[in-house]
Structure formats: structure tokens, C-alpha cells
T-cell receptor
Framework: NAGVTQTPKFRVLKTGQSMTLLCAQD?????MYWYRQDPGMGLRLIHY???????AKGEVPDGYNVSRLKKQNFLLGLESAAPSQTSVYFC?????????????FGPGTRLTVL | AQSVTQLGSHVSVSEGALVLLRCNYS??????LFWYVQYPNQGLQLLLK??????LVKGINDFEAEFKKSETSFHLTKPSAHMSDAAEYFC??????????FGAGTQVVVTP
């Protein structure tokens, strides 16, 4: 099993450009999450999904959109990138049923917005 | 609302010495608590979790944590540090739909 994979690994954008980050998991997990990691702030939840076709906002959703058309994939979109979106983005997935389930994390995407 | 506070953004320990990382949480419901480790340029890996089964939780690589409700704490310890323990450590509390609220992280440096 590959677990959770993310593409691309690195990306540099100019302000105003758009892009999509892809997360894929092969563990048949219902729940998927997108976090961003910034120095001194830990990880903060951007959006999450509790099943195919469903999405919800997390703590810092502004400037991002997501889609979960297939159970195994969770896409994160930036419509008009801003320098404040320079960050490392992590995708995670887990089984449902309660809040004590481990989240499995991807390796991350390092995004720089100039 | 739930929150996590990790005391100390950087901790330096000597190889073979005790590792102690502090985590305090705030939660309006009985919490599920986690410690994750992040090695350089990698994703997060679960060290251990508390889900109310036992207050002393053992994890991988000889790490353990004790849940103390009266102190709202979930401190992480390891009796003897190894060079390979150099990493960043995150405490997290889980809410509805499994959403994680992370602390700011503690960077551990191990010196020979």
C-alpha cells in the first residue's frame, strides 16, 4: 500500500496564479483532511471531507476550495494564489466512527507564492 | 472549543537523557489526545494516542505519555534519548469528525 500520496511535492507560483493539489489514499478511508503547516503555528485545518461528495470548512478555509468526487481523492484548489498561502500543505485520511482514529498523513507539498 | 498548548518551542537534550515534552489541552468533552512526530521533510507519524482506555499510554520507540485530567495535561516522555529522536513533536486533540487541533510543536535537538 502506498498510503497517502500527494502531488506535486514542490511548486512555485506567482501571485494570482491558480493550482490544484492532489491527495490520494489507498486505505479506503472515509475521512480526508487538508492542513497547512506554518512555522510556530503547528498544523491548521483548511477543509475536510467525511465522505465522497461531501466537504466542509475547517479553521482557515479562505482562499481555498476542495472537491471529493471520488472516495480515494481529495483535491485542494487555490483560485488566485497570494504570498500568504506560502506554506507546506499536508493531506491526511482516517477511518470514521468516533474521534479516536489515527490520521495518516501524506509527505506534504511545499508551495511558494512569489 | 478545543485547544492545545505545548510548552517550549525548542528542547535540547543529551543523548541518553530523559526526554520530556509538555502538552496541556482544553476541551469541553472527554478528549482524544495524540502525539505525532515529524522528521525533517516528512509527513507526520503517530507516536501514541489516548482514547480513555488507560491513562498511561505507550507508543512507538519507547515513548509514553500520561493523561492527567486534573491537570489537563498529556506530557510525552522517553527515558533515554537517541540521536534518531531529533524531530518536531506535535500534541493534538481530536474533535467532531476527527478534526485535529494541533499545538505549535516542539523541536527536539539531541546532542552527543
Amino acid at each position: 500500500n502506498a498510503g497517502v500520496t500527494q502531488t506535486p511535492k514542490f511548486r512555485v507560483l506567482k501571485t494570482g496564479q491558480s493550482m490544484t493539489l492532489l491527495c490520494a489514499q489507498d486505505m479506503n478511508h472515509e475521512y480526508m483532511y487538508w492542513y497547512r503547516q506554518d512555522p510556530g503555528m503547528g498544523l491548521r485545518l483548511i477543509h475536510y471531507s467525511v465522505g465522497e461528495g461531501t466537504t466542509a470548512k475547517g479553521e482557515v478555509p479562505d482562499g481555498y476550495n476542495v472537491s471529493r468526487l471520488k472516495k480515494q481523492n481529495f483535491l485542494l484548489g487555490l483560485e488566485s494564489a497570494a504570498p500568504s498561502q506560502t506554506s507546506v500543505y499536508f493531506c491526511a485520511s482516517s477511518y470514521p466512527s468516533g474521534s479516536g482514529n489515527e490520521q495518516f498523513f501524506g509527505p506534504g507539498t511545499r508551495l511558494t507564492v512569489l | 472549543a478545543q485547544s492545545v498548548t505545548q510548552l517550549g518551542s525548542h528542547v535540547s537534550v543529551s543523548e541518553g537523557a530523559l526526554v520530556l515534552l509538555r502538552c496541556n489541552y482544553s476541551s469541553s468533552v472527554p478528549p482524544y489526545l495524540f502525539w505525532y512526530v515529524q522528521y525533517p521533510n516528512q509527513g507526520l507519524q503517530l507516536l501514541l494516542k489516548y482514547t480513555s482506555a488507560a491513562t498511561l499510554v505507550k507508543g512507538i520507540n519507547d515513548f509514553e505519555a500520561e493523561f492527567k485530567k486534573s491537570e489537563t495535561s498529556f506530557h510525552l516522555t522517553k527515558p533515554s534519548a537517541h540521536m534518531s529522536d531529533a524531530a518536531e513533536y506535535f500534541c493534538a486533540v481530536s474533535g467532531y469528525w476527527g478534526k485535529l487541533q494541533f499545538g505549535a510543536g516542539t523541536q527536539v535537538v539531541v546532542t552527543p
